[in-house]
């Protein structure tokens, strides 16, 4: 009895001991108020129910902050050692490794895809490096920001493979930038091939282990436990309520990792320190890629490659159900910004970043349509509890069920009619457009946000409301 009862003892400091050296506070009282005042009012304005944030300077963590509720039944407040979902900001780990293997002499990044999976889509014209930077045409399996039938059950990757990755190409290699989930399974299942390894395993003995990052979770295989961060989603403008978990297998190698914002931080610190990998490993990941016109896609092996007010900026975000992510790495000024948050396709974890981001660098950052008339008439009948099925793609209209159609009629209808709907975005994914819409509400009333995927024939995928920055 003796001996468990130092055991719990020695357990339960321990753990103290761990939370207490993911929790950091050496800024200067001001400039943490500062960032505190931003964290909180993105989370007020966008009604997400949690952040975790996590600062470098000058390459040391110098503040990590739980904002919000984690868990909203019971209620939890975040805290900085409980974990959340960093979604496609996994894909930069997926990249180190292909990288790490290339250092090893075990294949290189301009190795057609042929070499290791022929039965792919036109196989020996796409490289390893068409992969990491987009530019392969692979369609995207999963550009949707909501959880489709089929992803309700487990699936395996060799079926992603067999069902995206021999469909025919969006665009020719080399030729566009198209974000595609699908490139990074495909690069996942080669990592497994050559390394003789599974992929989160090569990662932990590669990355994890050496970088002290302790409590990364696999959240593909297991769902995060009861002292992390739960998902949460929302439909339209209604309550909260628990995400949905998607089947296992359906975020390999593009968006499974889950982790503190502490630990992302010391991946941060490896980046802008070049200390894992080779310089000239370093140098292709943070170089963006040329198309073969020459045009610069602005994204490298798993990273966005920016300009922020002069400061060269590596970032990337991330979602999966019940979460978003956004990282900002400033590697010339020893600065980083992890920002997770609890809630699938929202906006707060980019509005922390970009917000944070001049209080560190001392910077500042800065007619109708048919899409529009078409997202303005579907807003109106969302209002009255009303749905046109024909408009939608089955999986589109399976999104809307009577749970979703109730909390979209109930929250939107005391709005009002909107006095303008402006298309502020389009850009190609997933063989889709993807379009942001801004809604505007007479006498002040605050603004919304409505994003859409439409189908070659026409047909939405997908329609959100959400709330505007």
């Known amino acids: 009895m003796l001996r468990n009862m130092f055991l719990l003892l020695w357990l339960i400091g321990a753990t103290a001991v761990a939370s207490a050296q993911l929790q950091v506070n050496t800024l200067p009282p001001d400039l943490a108020q500062k960032i505190d005042q931003v964290a909180d009012q993105a989370l007020q304005q966008t009604g997400v129910p949690s952040a975790s944030v996590a600062i470098v300077q000058s390459g040391q963590i110098v503040y990590t902050k739980g904002y919000g509720k984690a868990r909203l039944d019971p209620p939890e407040p975040a805290e ?58 692979y369609q995207d399996y999963w550009p949707e920001d909501y959880l489709m039938p089929p992803m309700f059950e487990p699936t395996t990757a060799q079926h992603i493979l067999d069902t995206w990755g021999k469909k025919a190409l969006d665009f020719d290699p080399g030729t566009k930038w198209q974000y595609s989930n699908t490139n990074f399974v495909i690069a996942g299942r080669i990592v497994e091939m050559v390394s003789g390894e599974p992929l989160v395993q090569f990662l932990e003995e590669h990355i994890f282990h050496p970088l002290n990052m302790k409590e990364v979770w696999n959240s593909d295989l297991t769902k995060l436990g009861d002292t992390d961060a739960e998902g949460y989603t929302r439909y339209a403008l209604g309550p909260l309520r628990p995400s949905p978990k998607e089947g296992a297998g ?47 896609s602005h994204y490298s092996l798993g990273l966005d490659v920016r300009d922020l007010s002069g400061h060269l900026l590596l970032e990337h975000s991330g979602e999966v159900m ?62 009255q509890g009303k749905i046109d099925r024909s408009l939608f793609t089955p999986w589109c209209n399976a999104y809307f069920s009577q749970q979703a159609l109730d909390d979209f009629q109930s929250s939107l209808a005391p709005l009002g009619k909107p006095s303008s709907v402006k298309q502020t975005a389009d850009e190609l994914r997933g063989g889709m457009t993807f379009r942001i819409f801004r809604v505007e509400f007479p006498n002040g009333g605050k603004p919304l946000i ?20």
């Open 80 to 137: 900085p050692r409980m974990r959340y979902s960093i979604g496609s900001i996994s894909k930069q780990f997926t990249a180190a490794a292909i990288l790490f293997l290339e250092q090893q002499g075990k294949l290189s990044l301009d190795d057609k895809v042929s070499k290791y999976l022929p039965d792919l889509t036109r196989a020996s014209d796409i490289t390893i490096r068409m992969l990491l930077s987009h530019t392969s045409g």
């Open 250 to 296: 359906w975020m390999f190698a593009a968006g499974e990792l889950a982790m503190p914002a502490y630990d992302l931080a010391q991946w941060d610190i490896s980046l802008m320190n070049r200390s894992l990998l080779s310089p000239k490993s370093y140098d292709e990941m943070f170089t963006s890629v040329k198309l073969k016109d020459g045009s610069d």
């Open 322 to 383: 019940g979460f978003t992510s956004d990282n900002y790495v400033f590697p010339n000024d020893k600065i980083a910004i992890a920002v997770l948050t609890n809630q699938d396709a929202a906006r707060a974890a980019g509005v922390v970043a970009r917000g944070v981001a001049p209080l560190l660098l001392g910077a500042t950052t800065q007619g109708p349509n048919a899409a529009e008339a078409q997202a303005l008439t579907l807003f109106e009948n969302f209002q």
């Open 450 to 469: 409505i994003t859409t995927y439409t189908e070659a024939d026409g047909k939405l995928e997908q329609y959100l409301v959400l709330p505007a920055n």
